[in-house]
């Protein structure tokens, strides 16, 4: 569980807070998703709530941040060594550069946990199979395409089980089969009663997956809600948040009297062809009269 | 396990491949301490022909093992002979004559010695490092408790190339996009400039985030660190290790008592 109170944040360097004033709460299970602009505080949020920040980074920081009831203020970082999971943007930033091939990256953690190596193995060849990555296994990291790097990235993470992951845009280097392979992996994170903070950039899975979305903008928490809610919110593009195109034209349809009043505007593929197709339907009707 | 491109290792299943990396890091150092107990260019020369080529045979690493020998010891042997040959301090016996040079036998007497030292150090870790995976050598350390920061400064060196490789390769990939011609000779000095700056400052400007993900996975944790890789060894092998140790000792002796000057 994560719980966000009154928290702020400014980078040693920083003239103003990165974040300001943030709260929110993530519970057991849930997948909350946070959106926002470039240098609205994402990859800040995703630093504080995996304690690297400002444990690493240094810097003032005001306000409570508590994941599994523990203040993050009060447990060094290596306190949170398999309890939280931290994907970055850069894959290649995230491999350890000490490993020689792709099993042993992803064993890389386990072997600091001190895990034992029959256990090790199994849990590695799981995430493995789990990651698509099986064929790339005795493969060196560095001749992995930015894809698989991302995959292996997340797989170096998940293999250590944790109980809260924290995702920093982990399909920015993924095609639509990776990508779908990450959302695939968090849904199984979700079974296993993993919570999830996810920056994602690609709406139309995120509309899916997530139990709430946030929308940060200047370092403040500008919305918060259920993903219907939130990114059918017409302030979206203010934020710095591209809506998605076929909740544009549902509410561009609705401002013509072309949408049915009854439906909220749609955040998914399936919802926008329900309403779009409830309106034809509508229409057909009409002219049958 | 497969060869990795970064790694020389080379795939076998020879006895010397099945040893334990820590024997064979034994043998590497006391082969090379025991070159220097006697000074006499045919003993370090013996200690070659008469352990490290067969061991490089029996591995079936020799055509590997004498290619990197040729690349890496004939160049360090030739400047070797070229110094010490012209320019050995307080040497009289002239043998040739270059010129304004002085080609003196004390020199290249000096010089084949040192030559000769090399070969059997280079030899001995060049055999280590062809018939042992990188990988399983540093779980030999870590099993033995080297300091994991260590190990790990040891294995992030030799994955260093490729890394600076494929950054540099992005640098000039956008230097290119962004109209940078890379033609020739004087292009490809003329392009070195821009590209060094960009790659150290972005290597230093990594450094943190990798410093933040190798801590979020327990690097620097205080419990003792396991290995993935399963490291041969055997009772045959220590005693074996022990006994070279001795080798060693006794080496290091004969050379400080001046036994076999």
């Known amino acids: 569980m994560i719980e966000v109170k009154g928290f ?38 995703a630093g504080v709530v ?29 306190g949170l060594v398999g309890e939280v999971g931290l994907v970055m943007q850069n894959p290649f930033n995230q491999i350890s550069g000490a490993r020689f091939s792709v099993r042993e990256e992803i064993a890389f953690g386990l072997e600091n946990m001190g895990v034992p190596r029959d256990e090790m193995a199994a849990r590695v060849d799981t995430v493995l199979h789990d990651l698509g990555l099986t064929k790339v296994r005795d493969r060196s990291p560095y001749e992995l395409s930015g894809g698989q790097q991302q995959l292996l990235a997340i797989g170096s993470v998940l293999v250590m089980r944790p109980t809260v992951m924290v995702l920093d845009e982990p399909t920015s280097q993924l095609d639509a089969a990776g990508s779908a392979l990450v959302f695939e992996a968090l849904g199984t994170l979700r079974e296993q009663g993993v919570t999830t903070l996810l920056i994602e950039h690609r709406m139309e899975r995120l509309a899916r997956a997530a139990d709430h979305v946030l929308v940060l903008d200047g370092g403040m928490i500008v919305a918060q809600g259920s993903p219907g809610e939130v990114l059918a919110d017409e302030r979206l593009e203010e934020w710095g948040v591209a809506p998605l195109r076929y909740t544009v034209a549902a509410r561009r349809a609705a401002a013509r009297g072309l949408w049915p009043d009854a439906r909220p505007l749609p955040v998914t593929l399936d919802a926008a062809a329900e309403g779009f197709g409830a309106t034809v339907a509508h229409l057909a009707r009409g002219d049958r009269r | 396990m497969s060869t990795v491109q970064n790694s020389p290792h080379a795939t076998g299943n ?102 000769l030292h090399i070969l059997v150090l280079m030899g001995g870790f060049f055999l280590l490092l062809l018939t042992t995976h990188a990988a399983t050598l540093m779980s030999a350390l870590s099993e033995r408790n080297v300091s994991p920061s260590l190990i790990y400064i040891v294995s992030a060196a030799l994955q260093i190339v490729p890394t600076l490789s494929r950054r540099a390769t992005r640098i000039l990939h956008a ?85 076999m000057r």
């Open chain 2, 14 to 115: 020879s006895f010397v491949h099945r040893l334990s990396p820590l024997t064979k890091l034994t043998f590497a150092v006391t082969v090379t301490v025991c070159a220097f107990a006697v000074v006499d260019y045919r003993w370090p020369l013996l200690l070659f022909c008469a352990l490290l080529l067969p061991a490089a045979i029996g591995a079936k690493v020799v055509r590997r093992f004498l290619l990197m020998l040729a690349t890496f010891w004939v160049p360090v042997a030739a400047i070797l002979f070229v110094i010490q040959g012209f320019f050995f301090p307080e040497a009289h016996d002239v043998i040739a004559r270059f010129g304004p040079l002085e080609l003196k036998s004390e020199g290249v007497a000096y010089a084949l010695l040192t030559a």
């Open chain 1, 50 to 78: 995996s304690g690297t920040i400002p444990h690493l980074t240094g810097g003032s920081a005001e306000g409570l941040v508590r994941v599994n009831g523990r203040d993050l203020a009060d447990i060094a970082l290596s």
């Open chain 1, 8 to 45: 702020s944040f400014t980078y040693p360097t920083g003239s103003r807070p990165a974040l300001h004033d943030i709260g929110f709460e993530v519970g057991p299970h849930e997948l909350c998703a946070v959106v926002g602009g470039s240098g609205a505080g994402k990859s800040t949020l």
């Open chain 2, 175 to 259: 230097q290119q996009a962004r109209g940078q011609v890379i033609h020739g000779l004087r292009g490809r000095a003329r392009a070195l400039v821009p590209l060094v700056g960009p790659l150290i400052l972005g290597a230093f400007t990594d450094v943190g985030e990798r410093a933040a993900a190798m801590e979020t996975r327990g690097f620097g944790a205080t419990r003792r660190p396991t290995s993935l890789i399963t490291v041969p060894d055997s009772a045959v092998q220590r005693s074996a290790r022990v006994a070279m140790m001795l080798c060693a000792v006794a080496a290091v002796t004969v050379n400080v008592w001046g036994v």
